[in-house]
């Protein structure tokens, strides 16, 4: 069955980003500091990293079949170039489409009316494989609609002290997991938890 | 040398409590979800946890000499009657030492010069063992301070959306941490990190 994941590296004290977009240098460590060379789908991006972390993102990669993302996420990036790292079709929720995207022929879909409908439009297109969902702010509307089957939580060792907070605010809490599995690494925990229903 | 030590169970979106000073049922779950009893200096308390949970709170009633704790704590545990789990002289950072304190012989002393006056009374009388500081609002003062120099956080999956935030805002961060060092129990993963200076 497809599941719906969403996965975020968070500082030990729950941020996703520090106090004005700051603090991804210590979020994002763990993505250079190993030997170990993890291409992704964009040749211009790999990873650097433990053997650890090397197989869970590997495992990352394969997993997804496609992405939810916000258009907060969307614009911060300029969309990947039009090349998301993981290679796969991206759905993109927002309120109305972008007039002036110069990349028309990548596998970006813009939709309109609402998360809901771009996780099903995104299932259809996953196949066996997962769909992810990101950033924070989806995740959690994701949640609160009872759409998130796992979280994937990068544990980093680090206190931001405030921020964007994992998820932020739920509208239904709280909210049990099982789990996690564990994967220890140097510089991030990778932790997996399944959402309780 | 002696250390400087908070402990406490953290909801995996990093809040110690939830609103209203909710969700202990479920932070606390784990103290209560295994078969290996393990008794505490208070013969009214004992926890019943799994094997390496047991482990893990032998190790600190063992590891404590001495805590620091803030008025707030005392009085919402109404001074743990006099009788903290843990057996170990207890020094409460106060601005005025209560009067009608029905446990005068209690290892109870209430400081009211400040948090580091009262860790450094704690390490004096810790001798080869550690100090602890708790609850939250005490470990931020000595993170702050510069006083802090390990954080044990037992990550409970669950999430509360909101509540009290495990060390709220600090003075000076971002606070690198290294480790963890991890034990896997169920309900609970222990986790335990240094802080660097």
Request: net charge negative; with cysteine.
């Amino acid at each position: 069955m497809t599941k719906v994941i969403s996965s975020a590296s968070m500082s030990l004290d729950g941020f996703i980003a520090g106090p004005s977009e700051s603090g991804f240098e210590y979020l994002f460590a763990w993505h250079r500091n190993g030997d170990v060379n993890v291409p992704s789908a964009d040749p211009r991006w790999s990873f650097q990293v433990t053997e650890t972390s090397a197989d869970h993102i590997r495992e990352q990669l394969a997993t997804f079949g496609a992405l939810v993302v916000g258009r907060r996420l969307f614009d911060v990036t300029r969309g990947w170039g039009g090349n998301h790292p993981c290679g796969v079709p991206i759905f993109v929720v927002t309120h109305r489409a972008p007039v002036d995207w110069p990349h028309p022929d990548a596998p970006f879909t813009f939709v309109t009316d609402g998360l809901e409908s771009a996780v099903r439009q995104a299932k259809a297109v996953a196949g066996e494989r997962h769909v992810g969902v990101a950033a924070g702010d989806m995740a959690r509307q994701a949640l609160d609609a009872g759409l998130l089957d796992e979280l994937q939580i990068d544990l980093v060792p680090v206190l931001l002290g405030s921020g964007t907070r994992l998820l932020g605010d739920l509208a239904h809490a709280p909210v049990t997991l099982s789990g996690p599995t564990v994967a220890e690494s140097i510089g991030v925990t990778h932790l997996r938890y399944q959402v309780n229903r």
